[in-house]
């Protein structure tokens, strides 16, 4: 023990960083793209790696226990449940013939 | 200054300090995912409803502005991860620049951001009474500018609470206050400010890139 802290290396952090500009390029090309209904899941999938690359390296959870991990992987699960329930209600409210209340 | 002397009398020891201090922190951050989150569902719900007038608003976002500002947060958290690795490491020098330059970003995100505001009040794309929409469907578009600036602004409150703090770590920086005994305060601020980032992250493709093609 007592080795000090840990220490992500120079390296790692610049290798993420041009990976992060390298998405950031491809999720603007890809917009300019005509794809049709894929184009909101391609620059949704391209953010998710790059939150992914934030939190694992710049954040430093890849290097951290297991219980961070869990405390980080609940605020997206709690997320997920808040998305999938609205949205469960509102793309079926016209198969009960329910309207926009808007 | 001697190890223990940084450990508080309800820790064991500074490994499991530092492990309380990196949960809580991403215990806040969770409850930040959550407030984001509420809006970026309202976002999804209203897009999903009215995809035509949400396609056309998104068109009247500059998106070279958009683009620099997301480039101009992805260095500031470059720049953010290296002043962590200063503080951990002992370079005493590096870290105060690493600071300075995150702040500098950071304003420099504020300062387009604050030009993109203002072209939409000059459009009068500001929801309220003196909106004008050209298109069709006048009130949904509206409605896509109320995410827009609610979102947007919520984000922006954020990179100036997070500025605040790069400046008082700035002030201890210079005061000789960090090193690798004592980095958990650089590290906690820098997880906050890479969480507002990735706020962008999404709010970018979103927002201003809804349809370019």
């Keep these: ?102 | 200054m001697s190890h223990s002397s940084q450990v508080a009398h309800h820790f064991e020891d500074i490994e499991q300090q530092n492990e309380s201090l990196v949960l809580g922190m991403w215990l806040f951050l969770a409850t930040e995912v959550m407030f984001f989150g509420g809006l970026f569902t309202a976002y999804v719900v209203y897009r999903t409803t009215y995809s035509e007038v949400f396609h056309e608003a998104s068109r009247t976002l500059d998106f070279t502005l958009g683009t620099v500002n997301t480039l101009i947060l992805l260095v500031s958290s470059l720049t953010m991860a290296m002043g962590v690795y200063a503080a951990k490491t002992g370079r005493r020098n590096l870290l105060p620049l690493m600071l300075v330059a995150t702040i500098i970003l950071g304003l420099a995100f504020l300062g387009v951001k604050a030009v993109e505001y203002s072209q939409k009040f000059e459009h009068h794309l500001v929801p309220g009474a003196g909106f004008v929409w050209p298109g069709g469907n006048p009130p949904h578009a509206q409605l896509f500018f109320v995410l827009y600036f609610i979102m947007t602004g919520m984000h922006a409150f954020h990179m100036v609470i997070g500025i605040v703090m790069m400046a008082m770590l700035l002030v201890m920086a210079m005061l000789g206050k960090f090193g690798p005994e004592r980095y958990m305060g650089v590290e906690m601020a820098g997880l906050y400010w890479h969480f507002v980032d990735i706020v962008w992250v999404f709010l970018f493709p979103l927002l201003y890139l809804i349809d370019r093609s």
């Design chain 1, 1 to 102: 023990m007592s080795s000090g802290p840990h220490v992500v290396p120079i390296r790692v952090l610049f290798s993420v960083f041009a990976a992060l500009i390298v998405l950031l390029a491809a999720t603007v090309a890809a917009a300019f793209v005509n794809w049709g209904a894929f184009n909101p899941l391609i620059a949704m999938t391209i953010a998710t790696i790059k939150a992914l690359l934030i939190v694992l390296f710049f954040m430093e959870v890849r290097y951290s226990s297991r219980l961070t991990m869990v405390m980080v992987g609940g605020g997206f699960v709690w997320l997920a449940i808040l998305m999938i329930i609205t949205m469960s209600d509102y793309v079926s409210r016209h198969l009960v013939g329910v309207g926009q209340p808007w």
